[in-house]
């Protein structure tokens, strides 16, 4: 069983819509990080989160600890978000990241 | 442009062959991650510097694999005898953990 579960895998929305992917896992973590990933495979980093909300732009990341798990938001939604949004933890016992499957999204004009 | 440079974007190479890709994080950062990644899946854990030491391995990483940062600063990945399930999105990353992190482009190899 992966650490890091995605949901939904596939995600397919019109302009302007509002976006909720969501992230759980099932380890102990002392960072959770929200990426991207385009067609062509560069990944951008979104934000990196330990607790509460942030906001940047159009996209918000929110994350409960007691809960493992965190929400990746888009509002009103845009062609140029169509990508791949991976969520990646780090456990509080090493360094390295486990990837979530990662959420393909396309935004329909 | 994220920072993180590598080389070569792409790579296609016949079984049996050595391959050899590198990484350049333009700023200093302490540390540098290999990772793999192929169609449709998440990237998987290779290999985790702190500065020139190899501090993590994964058990994905064969003896085939082997991975140095000898100054601290740039790093190589070398695949000796590659083989057809080598054939994957090969990324670097610097900073990470509890820090921002700054991929790379990522090495596309092809093993025909």
Known sequence: KNEVEQSPQNLTAQEGEFITINCSYSVGISALH???????????????????????????????????????????????????????????????????????????? | DTGVSQDPRHKITKRGQNVTFRCDPISEHNRLYWYRQTLGQGPEFLTYFQNEAQLEKSRLLSDRFSAERPKGS???????????????????????????????????????
């Open chain 2, 74 to 112: 740039f790093s190589t990945l070398e695949i000796q005898r590659t083989e057809q399930g080598d054939s994957a999105m090969y990324l670097c990353a610097a900073g990470g953990g509890n820090t921002e992190a700054f991929f790379g482009q990522g090495t596309r190899l092809t093993v025909v």
């Open chain 1, 34 to 109: 929200w990426l991207q990933q385009h067609p062509g495979g560069g990944i951008v980093s979104l934000f990196m989160l330990s607790s509460g909300k942030k906001k940047h732009g159009r996209l918000i990341a929110t994350i409960n600890i007691q809960e493992k798990h965190s929400s990746l938001h888009i509002t009103a939604s845009h062609p140029r978000d169509s990508a791949v949004y991976i969520c990646a933890v780090v456990r509080n016992t090493g360094n390295q990241f486990y990837f979530g499957t990662g959420t393909s999204l396309t935004v329909i004009p």
